[in-house]
């Protein structure tokens, strides 16, 4: 082997000035999906308005089917103005906020009973995959049977439509904790209390959010179902009614409405993800 070689692998001499860092060239490509894109949530409803206002403005779109946005924009003013959408969206988010409050408690009751105990796992697992199974508006005509057509019916069926996710997502957070956790927590003696609030608890909570995610999304899916059914009120009752006097403006203001609802619920539970997960260094930034 030649000096040249043997002077390049040779490390540094003691007090030799280290070699300088090669800096990384500018060409050079990130392999992760880069930083995050100011409101870029709002980046693809903005195209898609965009796009419904071209079509309508160019005449590509029959009016009649799918009226112009400035067309439904001023229907949305007049149902603000009279009261009507302030007094069905109240009821519609009441009825969405108690079927997620019983249904998020259901899934995480049950799925610390499962993860946290193989009897309970045995027990509980097999009924939740076998109502994952089946679609939760597919069980109205039981409920109806069960409940009647009042509030109780439609609350109930947006709860079993949001405590699957819930499971699901959180029960798969506790399988996954690393198991030396646990093996740590016996070596400094913690009890279960102390063990499920300091190990168990902050490993199933990315677990937890994801499935909020797809709960709260449930959540306006069943009841845009539960309030076609006998209902009074609501956005649901509202867009039915209007189907029966062909109001197309009407029913498009009810469908923007659910979207909006759903995209602000999945935005702040993102948020909180974001600020209870700091301690994570994912993709996401």
């Not at 040779?10 to 490509?29: F, H, L, N, S, T």
């Not at 001023?74 to 019983?102: E, M, P, V, W, Y």
């Not at 597919?138 to 069960?146: E, G």
Request: aromatic share 6%; hydrophobic share 50%; net charge positive.
């Amino acid at each position: 082997m030649s000096t040249t070689a043997l002077d390049e692998q040779a490390p540094p001499a003691a007090g030799a000035p280290a070699a300088p860092v090669r800096p990384r060239r500018p060409g050079r490509k990130r392999l992760g999906p880069g930083r995050p894109v100011p409101y870029g949530w709002a980046i693809g409803p903005l195209l898609l308005l965009a796009l419904w206002a071209a079509g309508s403005g160019l005449g590509l779109v029959d009016a009649r089917s799918l009226p112009a946005p400035w067309t439904i924009a001023g229907t949305a003013g007049d149902l603000i103005d009279n009261g009507k959408l302030q007094s069905h969206l109240a009821t519609s988010a009441q009825r969405a906020l108690l079927g997620l409050l019983f249904g998020v408690a259901a899934g995480l009751i049950l799925a610390l009973v499962s993860g946290l105990s193989r009897l309970g796992e045995a027990v509980i697992d097999g009924p939740v995959q076998i109502k994952r199974a089946i679609p939760s508006l597919a069980l109205i005509p039981l409920l109806i049977l069960w409940f009647g057509i009042g509030e109780t019916m439609k609350v109930v069926t947006i709860a079993l439509g949001v405590f699957v996710p819930v499971y699901i997502h959180t029960h798969n957070g506790l399988r996954t904790i690393d198991n030396r956790y646990a093996e740590l927590a016996e070596t400094v003696r913690l009890g279960r209390l102390a063990f499920v609030r300091h190990v168990v608890l902050p490993g199933a909570l990315p677990g937890f959010l994801l499935g909020m995610r797809f709960a709260v999304t449930a959540a306006w899916l069943a009841l845009v179902v539960v309030e076609q059914v006998n209902a009074t009120s609501g956005i649901g009752y509202m867009m039915e009614l209007a189907r029966t006097y062909g109001q197309t403006d009407v029913i498009i203001v009810g469908l923007v409405v659910y979207g909006l609802l759903g995209l602000v619920s999945d935005a702040l539970v993102r948020l909180v993800e974001r600020r209870t997960l700091t301690w994570r260094r994912t993709l996401a930034g």
